[in-house]
């Protein structure tokens, strides 16, 4: 699994990104209290989403990619299972990637459990990959000449009640 980074918080979660910001006591105009920014806290949050459809068309007319997953509503925990046969399952390492310092703000100022933002939210991934392992390296290398931040984030495994199972912890940026 070939995780591709995300722009931010993408279309993910808005309804509690809105009572977050309220809680937090921040304004929309403010800085964003996540980055040294001049944008506001309005603009950071409604970064607009990447469009990966240049970088990936050369790797889905290769024939190495396997299947993509938009982590969108739903997280990673709800999107991932849905491109997955139902003999596979997938193990995400969540030490693979750093969380971006607007996720990692959101979790704090909600005290939002780990699992529910892996429901909720992309967590710094927009896309994953399914690759057969043989050809990790080359979509990784593929993907990063085409300017795509990639991380290689977990395996399938045989398919178990979990389909999506965590190992290690989100760590911030």
């Not at 806290?41 to 396997?66: D, E």
């Not at 299947?67 to 739903?74: E, F, P, Q, W, Y």
């Not at 927009?126 to 290398?141: C, F, H, K, N, R």
Request: with cysteine; aromatic share 6%.
């Amino acid at each position: 699994l070939i995780g591709v980074a995300s722009s931010g918080v993408h279309s993910n979660g808005y309804s509690l990104v809105r009572k977050l910001v309220e809680q937090s006591g921040a304004k929309l105009t403010d800085k964003p209290p996540f980055a040294h920014s001049e944008k506001t806290l309005s603009a950071a949050l409604l970064t607009p989403t990447r469009l990966y459809v240049k970088s990936l068309l050369p790797l889905i007319a290769s024939g190495n990619i396997k299947a993509l997953a938009h982590i969108t509503g739903g997280g990673l925990t709800e999107n991932l299972p849905r491109v997955l046969p139902d003999n596979l399952s997938a193990t995400i390492d969540l030490s693979a990637w750093k969380l971006p310092p607007v996720f990692d703000w959101m979790q704090k100022i909600g005290d939002i459990p780990e699992s529910e933002m892996l429901r909720t939210f992309n967590c710094g991934i927009g896309m994953i990959l399914v690759v057969a392992a043989a050809d990790a390296e080359y979509v990784a290398t593929t993907l990063a000449q085409a300017g795509e931040k990639n991380f290689r984030i977990g395996e399938l495994t045989q398919a178990t009640e979990v389909r999506v199972a965590y190992k290690g912890k989100l760590c911030a940026e």
